[in-house]
């Protein structure tokens, strides 16, 4: 019986621990959330109105050829798949990986096929969840950007993807990442980043929109499109990294309520033993001195 208590003292000591460990790491996703929520929450309404902007462009210059609006059959496909460096996440990371999945093996199941698809593993968890679709062609120089997430790292990356879409090394980039609704809720997302989307035909104002340049039109446009496009994928890289912290605080959360909940399970089985133990000895006294009284 004081084998039983030894481990059942050893496993409250183990739980304890781990609890101390997903509790302090609760905190620190909490801190690091407010920040990245802080973040994103001042780049959306910036980031919307710019793409607002884009799409009125690119509808109302027709007649100018813009590099990354021009759309083409679609034979070649970019996904820029964003997830974490780390797990201990939940499901955030495998939802992610999953909705990456579903788009290689439906909508651009023929370019799978033909090993015409190629992810860009934004965060190392991605990677390791995709590898296993052998059909596709993976690149991960880019893998570590949220060590240093910042414009310009992000701004670099945008400029390789616009650049591999003018060159028609790629036919569509699309973007899958998760959007930060709020700490225990994140959208799984996919949106189109190239070909540069045209609003949709009931948004009355973008044939009505005439802008007027200054210096030259086409000097404007070269370098307004470059940095909108860098803006949006900066954005995402935001969401997703509030998405990250929001679903690992959440998931440490849980971890640590289950420890607790655990701790008082055993607690309660290593009464229940301590007072089987107690109860044995005193049984064993009595069964002793009515042997020596009958002896």
């Known amino acids: 019986?004081?084998?039983?208590?030894?481990?059942?003292?050893?496993?409250?000591?183990?739980?304890?621990?781990?609890?101390?460990?997903?509790?302090?790491?609760?905190?620190?996703?909490?801190?690091?959330?407010?920040?990245?929520?802080?973040?994103?929450?001042?780049?959306?309404?910036?980031?919307?109105?710019?793409?607002?902007?884009?799409?009125?462009?690119?509808?109302?210059?027709?007649?100018?050829?813009?590099?990354?609006?021009?759309?083409?059959?679609?034979?070649?496909?970019?996904?820029?798949?964003?997830?974490?460096?780390?797990?201990?996440?939940?499901?955030?990371?495998?939802?992610?990986?999953?909705?990456?999945?579903?788009?290689?093996?439906?909508?651009?199941?023929?370019?799978?096929?033909?090993?015409?698809?190629?992810?860009?593993?934004?965060?190392?968890?991605?990677?390791?969840?995709?590898?296993?679709?052998?059909?596709?062609?993976?690149?991960?120089?880019?893998?570590?950007?949220?060590?240093?997430?910042?414009?310009?790292?992000?701004?670099?990356?945008a400029v390789k993807i616009m650049n591999a879409y003018a060159d028609k090394r790629y036919d569509a980039v699309r973007l899958v990442f998760a959007k930060f609704k709020n700490a225990a809720t994140q959208i799984n997302t996919d949106e189109a980043y190239l070909p540069i989307a045209k609003p949709e035909a009931d948004e009355s104002q973008v044939s009505t929109v005439d802008y007027i340049y200054e210096p030259e039109k086409m000097k404007m446009i070269n370098l307004l499109v470059p940095k909108i496009l860098k803006t949006q994928l900066y954005r995402v890289l935001l969401d997703a990294n509030a998405s990250e912290q929001g679903a690992r605080m959440t998931s440490m959360d849980q971890a640590t309520e289950n420890a607790k909940e655990m701790l008082r399970d055993l607690k309660i089985e290593y009464n229940r033993a301590r007072q089987a133990a107690i109860t044995t000895e005193l049984t064993e006294i009595v069964s002793g001195a009515a042997a020596l009284e009958n002896g």
């Open 1 to 157: 019986m004081s084998g039983k208590l030894k481990e059942v003292r050893l496993r409250i000591k183990s739980v304890k621990s781990t609890a101390q460990i997903t509790n302090a790491m609760k905190l620190v996703a909490a801190a690091k959330l407010r920040k990245a929520t802080e973040g994103i929450q001042k780049m959306r309404p910036y980031s919307s109105k710019l793409n607002y902007m884009l799409s009125n462009i690119v509808a109302s210059e027709e007649e100018l050829e813009i590099d990354y609006a021009i759309e083409r059959p679609v034979n070649n496909v970019l996904l820029v798949v964003v997830t974490s460096d780390r797990g201990l996440a939940g499901s955030y990371n495998s939802n992610i990986i999953k909705q990456a999945r579903g788009l290689m093996l439906n909508e651009y199941n023929s370019q799978y096929e033909a090993g015409n698809v190629t992810v860009l593993n934004l965060g190392k968890k991605g990677f390791e969840g995709l590898k296993k679709m052998d059909k596709a062609r993976y690149v991960t120089d880019d893998m570590d950007v949220f060590t240093n997430l910042s414009f310009e790292e992000s701004g670099k990356i």
